[in-house]
């Protein structure tokens, strides 16, 4: 091969391999540039969604109530503070019938856990108490005047038997409509389900203190 062809072919032998080479160095470089392409756009590939982050987000629990829910809790709270304050009365009372002072305990150890319970709801979706207007829940919703409060304080055992009856009746009633509100409007799970227990547990106890009423005042009346 004469000289000058042979150092054409050396240099095209060259030539290629630099390019071979330049080739290979390419490919991780192009590989970065596209993962990094892929990471600024939340590292999913284009045109491969597999429902990662770019889906949009599921709503939060603190979302999963509405004005409902809240006014719920919110007015069950007090109400079902005054019941336990009217049952604490009547559990310090002497000469009050032992079903009485039973009944009374059964809705104080039932109500209380259900105020906390509520109250951690309300701290959980961020509302305040203080946010509603308790002006309509003093006179409406079963709830006891400070005069039927005096009046069930100042009884004796004897009387307070069947006044506590009377107003306990008439406050269950109360939360049975606060509780069938929710039940109509609501959307939490958790309120909507002791709104339920609210009317079915209150019901049977309007019942017995019906009957028990009953009872007693034909007692009285001998």
Request: charged share 20%; glycine share 8%; net charge negative.
């Amino acid at each position: 091969m004469p000289v000058r062809g042979f150092h054409e072919c050396l240099r095209g032998l060259m030539m290629n391999k630099k390019m071979r080479l330049a080739a290979v160095a390419a490919v991780p470089l192009a590989a970065v540039l596209f993962l990094a392409g892929c990471a600024d756009n939340g590292g999913s590939m284009p045109g491969m969604d597999h429902g990662g982050s770019s889906s949009a987000p599921s709503e939060s629990a603190e979302a999963d109530f509405n004005m409902a829910d809240s006014m719920f809790a919110m007015m069950m709270i007090p109400h079902h503070e005054q019941a336990v304050e009217m049952s604490d009365m009547i559990l310090a009372k002497s000469d009050v019938d032992q079903r009485v002072l039973d009944l009374a305990q059964q809705i104080k150890d039932a109500q209380q856990p259900e105020i906390e319970t509520m109250q951690g709801w309300l701290a959980e979706w961020g509302v305040s108490s203080d946010d509603m207007d308790m002006g309509e829940m003093e006179h409406g919703g079963g709830m006891m005047s400070d005069e039927d409060m005096a009046a069930l304080e100042s009884a004796s055992g004897a009387e307070a038997a069947p006044l506590f009856l009377e107003q306990m009746i008439a406050h269950h009633q109360g939360a049975i409509e606060m509780a069938e509100t929710e039940l109509a409007n609501g959307k939490n799970a958790d309120a909507l389900a002791l709104a339920q227990a609210v009317v079915d547990t209150q019901s049977a106890e309007i019942e017995t203190m019906q009957d028990l009423l009953g009872q007693l005042l034909s007692l009285i009346h001998i």
